[in-house]
């Protein structure tokens, strides 16, 4: 699985970008990681005679990733440690000091968390399972168009020059809502959720010239 994650990441990224990661502590990561971000590299030859050093497979010198290690007992969480399994523990913070960030997972536990919530097949200590692959995935789909496109998001909403006055009780509406949808561009406003459902798709693949 932590392969396959991988994979789907390296697939969009531009060329040429490498990426910098933070994970749990699952070991699986740094081994898909090094699988797809890494090259050949051939070691100096230490001695005048005797064999040639083997060629290894080494990660790119821009290649950072870090895990967030958490200690838990009893099902509460005790500890956290940083753990850098590749690059610098100071070319790491120095990249997330820019965007006032730290070592950390929040940004997807937060992810898991909504998942968790909406998705009642993926939820923990539930008695709701999921009979297939293919309905986990249609449950999936659903929650991420829903995420997108229908839940607006605080930290995307943007303050509106003029407090707009309320429809009927409540007091003045002084941000604009916004989802990643729309702040991605595809979209200029929220969606319902009834507007989800009645969305007509077009048939996938399209034909060529479409």
Known sequence: MAQRVVHQVTRVLAPGCVPRLLTDGLKDYGTALLIHCGQWVHPERRQEKGPRPQPRWMPLPTLLYAQVV?????????????????????????ILAACGWTINTAFVERLNLDLRQRVAAIGRRVNTLCQGEAG???????????????????????????????????????????????????????????????????????????
């Not at 956290?80 to 070319?91: D, E, I, K, L, S």
């Not at 407090?163 to 979209?187: D, I, K, N, V, Y």
Request: one cysteine or more; charged letters at 15%.
């Open 136 to 210: 986990l995935r249609d449950q999936l789909v659903l929650f991420q168009t829903y995420h997108n496109f229908v839940l607006s998001h605080a930290s995307l909403r943007q303050p509106l020059p003029v407090a707009e006055a309320p429809h009927g009780r409540g007091s003045a509406q002084r941000w604009q809502l916004c989802t990643p949808a729309m702040a991605a561009g595809l979209t200029d406003h929220v969606w319902s959720l009834t507007e989800v459902l009645l969305y007509r798709v077009p048939p996938w693949p399209q034909p060529a010239g479409v």
């Open 70 to 94: 958490k200690s838990n007992r009893r099902r509460r969480i005790v500890g956290v440690t940083h753990r850098v399994v590749f690059g610098t523990r100071w070319a790491i913070e120095q």
